[in-house]
Structure formats: structure tokens, C-alpha cells
């Protein structure tokens, strides 16, 4: 077996055809020929399986070593999917910290169809543990959270929730196989928004998941086909393509916010700087440095009391004002006005998220142009 950096490049190809071509073409065909009638062929029909794609899940699976992986059109589809395999009372316990999509899908689309759900912080394994209940099927959580990038530890989660009988979802968007392998940590099910450091460069959503057992995997392919929110073969190619450099980006990633966060923390406007590795005495840091191998290139951090945030972001003129994450250009937004402006303001302050938090998704661009940007941001306020 090749090491990972090698799969990343190399990984998930069919030798599907005899032209020679390096890369598995974009096979623009939504129905496929049987040579003739009662022949068992292996694609017939792209919703259940198209060439492009089948080779995109294959790498995927290979990274996060599973049995097998699947593709949508966005991760919310991939994470509809996955909460697809649970019916009406069964009960699933989540981070109180997910994805704002997650939990609107969790609250507008599931409870009223009878899955009920406990939310309970999921670095406190204790009170995880209180919350099993007689039909508890699963824990499902984010290892590195948004926007306080708070660590759960997978290992820790899945031990309770198997002597439970339950499975372990985890979300793997912001840390990427790259930096760590749930599966391999304990987990059943790894789901990844695709859309961020995966596919790398803003310019498609996907979705994948990835299977521990053939048993998962054959549900998984039945609910991938029946729901039909598959990534179709362009995106298919184009996640092909952002996976293969994912290793030097992240590294990237990784040392350009390592820049920022020791500008950052020298900075007398700069209150608190919310990143796995910040304090070295912290619970967050020690699984972070026990069960991954980086902590990405999303932080956050908060603006000293009465500053103000909106003046800060738009005098930025670098750093693009967005949401989404993991791409090349760096990405700013906050979360108050932005991506958790749908909590209502008394539960978003009990979250920790305050109008002066600030999110950076950091990019590859030269560390000092994007420092020079937040300095002169900082001097007008
Ligand atoms: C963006 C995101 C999602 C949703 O993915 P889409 O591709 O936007 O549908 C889910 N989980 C996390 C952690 C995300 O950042």
C-alpha cells in the first residue's frame, strides 16, 4: 500500500480505457449501453454510477481508508443521506456546535419526521454518555467546530457510543483526511462538505461520504441512489483535481494561519484568538495533537470590546468578505451578521460567538500580503 501523499495523487483510478490518458475522462453520458438484453453491466445509469465519479469516490474512500465512498452535489446531500439511514424514533445525539445547515435540516426537515435529537457539547464525554437513551442509534459530531474551532475527541466519543451499540458519524470538512482519519479513530462514518479544502477553490459544491463497513456502504449506495443528489461528472472531475494537491495546500494552509494567529496575538485591538494550537495547556490541544496531524487553516478571533467588526471587515481589501471555507483566497465574514445570524442573539453570546468575532479562512496567498491587509483593517478602528 502507498502512503497517503502518494493516494492523494494517484488514488481511486480505473484503468477504464486504452487511450493512455493520465486521468479518467469526464464521461459526459447519463445512460450506458448493455451489449445486449440479460448482460450484467457495471454502469447502466449515471444517478446509480458514472465512471468520473466512481473514480473521485474511490480516492476518497482510499484517504479516509474506508470500505467505500459516495459523492453528492453539496454536503448538506451527503449529510441528508447519511441521516437517511434513521427512521422515525430513533434518537441521535449531536454536537450542540454543528453547521448551521446541519442544524436546520436536524430541526426543519428531521424532528418533524419523528428522528428525535439531543444536543449536548461533545467535548464533555460525560455528559455524551447521560444522553443514550434506550434508542440512541448514533452520535454525530464535527472533530474541529464553527466558528471557536473547539476539538471533540473522536476516540473518546466512539468508545462511549459503541458500548452503547450506537454508530459515529463524524463531519471531517475542516481537518480532511490530510490531517485526520476518523475511521480509523473509531469512527462508522466520516461525511465531508467537499465544497471546502477537498475540492479547494470555490468554484463547485460537493459532498462525499465515506463508509467503515460493507454493510454501511451497501445502505449508503441504496440511499445515494433512491434520493439521487449525486455529483455530477464535471464536479466529479473537478474534485479529482482540487484532492490531488491537497497536501501542499494544507501545509500552506496551515503555516500562513500560523503567521497570522502570532500577528494576531501580538495585536493590543486583538482580544482572543480561537485556534486548536493557541494554548498549549488546553484539553482542545491535546487531542488535537493525540488524534490529528494539524489543526487547518480556519481561525478566529475577537476584536477588543466596543470595536467594530463591520468597519473592520469591509476596510479589508485582500481578504475577501464571504462565507465557506478551504479555499485558495482568504475568506472573511462574521458569524453574528453572517453564517450564525440565524441564532437568535441570546443563544449565539451563550455559544461564545460575540458581534466582534471574526473568521478568517486562510488562504495561500503570501502570508505578509494578507498580515499587511489586517494591519491596515486594524488601523481604522
Ligand atoms: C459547508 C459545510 C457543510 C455543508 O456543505 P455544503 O457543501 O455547503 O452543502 C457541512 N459541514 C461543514 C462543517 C461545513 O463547513
Not at 462538505?193 to 461520504?209: M, N, P, Q, R
Not at 496551515?254 to 494576531?264: C, G, M, S, T, W
Amino acid at each position: 500500500m502507498v502512503k497517503f501523499n502518494t493516494l492523494l495523487v494517484r488514488g481511486g483510478k480505473p484503468d477504464d480505457n486504452n487511450t493512455g490518458a493520465v486521468n479518467v475522462p469526464i464521461y459526459n453520458s447519463s445512460t450506458f449501453r448493455y451489449p445486449k438484453l440479460g448482460t450484467d453491466v457495471r454502469w447502466d445509469y449515471e444517478r446509480s454510477g458514472n465512471p468520473t465519479r466512481d473514480a473521485v469516490e474511490n480516492v476518497c474512500a482510499e484517504l479516509e481508508n474506508g470500505d467505500r465512498g459516495f459523492a453528492f452535489s453539496s454536503g448538506m446531500a451527503a449529510i441528508h443521506a447519511a441521516l437517511s439511514l434513521f427512521k422515525p424514533g430513533d434518537h441521535i445525539i449531536i454536537g450542540d456546535n454543528i453547521y448551521g445547515g446541519t442544524f436546520r435540516l436536524v430541526n426543519d426537515f428531521l424532528k418533524p419526521r419523528g428522528i428525535e435529537f439531543s444536543e449536548v457539547d461533545t467535548q464533555d464525554v460525560q455528559a455524551v454518555e447521560a444522553a443514550f437513551q434506550k434508542n440512541t442509534k448514533a452520535v454525530y459530531f464535527e472533530t474541529v467546530t464553527n466558528p471557536l474551532l473547539k476539538v471533540s475527541s473522536v476516540k473518546q466519543l466512539a468508545q462511549v457510543a459503541h458500548q452503547h451499540h450506537a454508530m459515529v458519524i463524524v463531519d471531517n470538512t475542516f481537518l480532511t483526511p490530510y490531517l485526520q482519519r476518523p475511521l480509523d479513530l473509531g469512527a462508522d462514518l466520516v461525511l465531508h462538505s467537499a465544497t471546502k479544502y477537498l475540492g479547494g477553490h470555490s468554484d463547485f459544491t460537493a459532498g462525499i461520504i465515506v463508509t467503515k463497513t460493507k454493510e454501511l456502504s451497501d445502505q449508503v449506495y441504496t440511499l445515494q441512489n433512491s434520493i439521487g443528489a449525486v455529483l455530477a461528472p464535471q464536479e466529479a472531475n473537478l474534485l479529482r483535481r482540487g484532492i490531488q494537491t491537497l497536501n501542499i495546500r494544507m501545509d500552506r494552509h496551515i503555516q500562513n494561519a500560523q503567521k497570522i494567529i502570532d500577528y494576531l496575538l501580538s495585536n493590543p485591538k486583538v482580544g482572543k484568538v480561537y485556534y486548536p494550537t493557541v494554548d498549549k495547556s488546553s484539553e482542545d490541544y491535546q487531542i488535537i495533537t493525540d488524534e490529528a496531524n494539524g489543526a487547518g487553516g480556519v481561525l478566529s478571533f475577537e476584536l477588543q470590546d466596543g470595536l467594530d467588526a463591520a468597519k473592520f471587515v469591509n476596510s479589508l481589501k485582500l481578504i475577501i468578505l464571504a462565507v465557506s471555507l478551504g479555499a485558495a483566497e482568504s475568506l472573511v465574514e462574521v458569524p453574528a451578521f453572517m453564517s450564525h445570524f440565524e441564532i437568535p442573539k441570546p443563544q449565539r453570546l451563550e455559544m461564545g460567538i460575540k458581534d466582534e468575532l471574526i473568521r478568517l479562512s486562510v488562504g495561500l496567498e503570501d502570508a505578509d500580503d494578507l498580515i499587511a491587509d489586517l494591519d491596515q483593517a486594524f488601523a481604522k478602528i
